[in-house]
């Protein structure tokens, strides 16, 4: 079983910077693929950005040029840097770890508004 814990959330004006981590358990995380997820209210859970273990990411098109993954492995966690947040950008963001199943974290709670 992996836990999965996200911090970083909070209040942000627009404009502003968040940087969210999340670690996960497991002498195996090296391995492990890493995504950020975001929902908002009842809307279905979508992808922000996602690293594999060998460091390749991809982003939603939303996060391009605003968001940043990346992990340390050291650490076990990986973070999501996002910068120029919008209110659009308001929700929460739920860190999943993938090795062979999915693990979820309980999520952390992005808001952004003046």
């Known amino acids: 079983q992996v836990q999965v814990v996200e911090s970083g959330g909070g209040l942000v004006q627009p404009g502003g910077s968040l940087r969210l981590s999340c670690a996960a358990s497991?002498?195996?995380?090296?391995?492990?693929?890493m995504g950020w997820y975001r929902q908002v209210s009842e809307k279905q859970r979508e992808l922000v950005a996602r690293?594999?273990?060998?460091?390749?990411?991809n982003y939603a098109e939303s996060a391009k040029g605003r968001f940043t993954i990346s992990r340390d492995d050291a650490k076990n966690t990986v973070y999501l840097q996002m910068n120029s947040l919008k209110p659009e950008d308001t929700a929460v963001y739920y860190c999943?770890?993938?090795?062979?199943?999915?693990?979820w974290g309980k999520g952390t709670l992005v808001t952004v508004s003046s």
């Open positions: 999943n770890a993938k090795y062979a199943l999915d693990y």
């Open positions: 497991g002498s195996a995380f090296r391995f492990y693929a």
């Open positions: 690293i594999t273990y060998g460091g390749n990411t």
